[in-house]
């Protein structure tokens, strides 16, 4: 691990990255749902059933939802009959979904605090893992990956969904200018909070391309790492197996 990371384009120790997205969260969970609507177009939904199908959780399998933050992912897949454990390092994001899974009414729901670097969870305690929009804020990605292999059974299954930049020359310009002209001014708006969506877009212009990222997880030990670029690269589905 460097002494140095980047909390996005600002250069700061890993301790302190740790915090500030902390704190970036605990700003935006109670307006995160309704922000993920309008700087996306809604297509965030589109995303994530497209994940979950990719995914194919199936009745009574044990998925570790890391990142879970609000709970998206999670309540997707434990319609579908599985039990989740949404786990995230901030509090505050996971109460805002416990409350709407509790509006919701639906079962198959855990909730727990937990460092994606640093589980607490035994070894080969889940069938799934999933990670969505999530690992570009982990400050030791490595040691998150390795965790994710630790806690899968043998034959687990890992599936990342996360942004990058686009390769599409016209549309990556385009995103570009929308990315940090557009969104950090809307955050300004709707959350009140200009600082924390221009780290969001700082952070997705620093998270690495698809096929650096594949790399990365197939370093961790999972085998057939793949990625599925959508969107011109924009945003990527990547899995791998525990063999
Ligand atoms: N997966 C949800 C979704 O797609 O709507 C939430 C994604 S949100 C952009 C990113 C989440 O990552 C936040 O809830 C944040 O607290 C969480 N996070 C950041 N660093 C983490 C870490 N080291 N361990 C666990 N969760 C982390």
């Known amino acids: 691990m460097p002494d140095q990371v980047n ?16 704190a970036v969260f605990s700003s935006v969970a109670r307006r995160y749902d309704v922000m993920n609507d309008l700087m996306s177009g809604g297509m965030h939904r589109l995303w994530k059933d497209r ?3 990719r995914v194919k959780p199936r009745a009574g399998e044990r998925i570790l ?4 933050g609000t709970g998206d992912i999670a309540f997707r897949m434990a319609q579908r009959g599985a039990l989740v454990t949404v786990a995230d390092i ?26 994606a670097e640093k589980l ?4 080969a305690s889940f069938d799934a893992y999933t990670i969505v929009f999530g690992i570009r804020n982990v400050t030791d990605i490595p040691a998150a990956l390795r965790e994710a292999r630790r806690v899968l059974k043998r034959g687990g299954r890992f599936y990342c969904m996360e942004f990058s930049s686009s390769d599409w020359p016209g549309f990556a310009r385009l995103y570009d200018a929308f990315a940090s002209e557009v969104i950090p001014r809307i955050g300004k708006v709707v959350a009140n909070d200009e600082e924390s969506y221009r780290y969001l877009v700082e952070s997705i212009r620093r998270f690495p391309r698809p096929e650096a990222f594949r790399a990365m997880v197939a370093q961790a030990g999972f085998a057939r790492a793949a990625a599925e670029p959508m969107l011109g690269g924009l945003v990527t589905i990547h899995s791998g197996w525990k063999i």
């Open 7 to 22: 909390f996005g384009d600002e250069l700061v120790s890993p301790d302190e990255k740790t915090r500030r997205v902390g």
């Open 51 to 53: 994940f979950v199908n």
């Open 65 to 68: 939802d890391m990142a879970g």
């Open 90 to 115: 901030n509090a505050d994001m996971l109460e805002v979904g416990e409350e709407r899974a509790r509006q919701r009414s639906l079962a198959g729901l855990s909730w727990k605090v937990e460092n």
């Open 120 to 123: 607490s969870f035994d070894d």
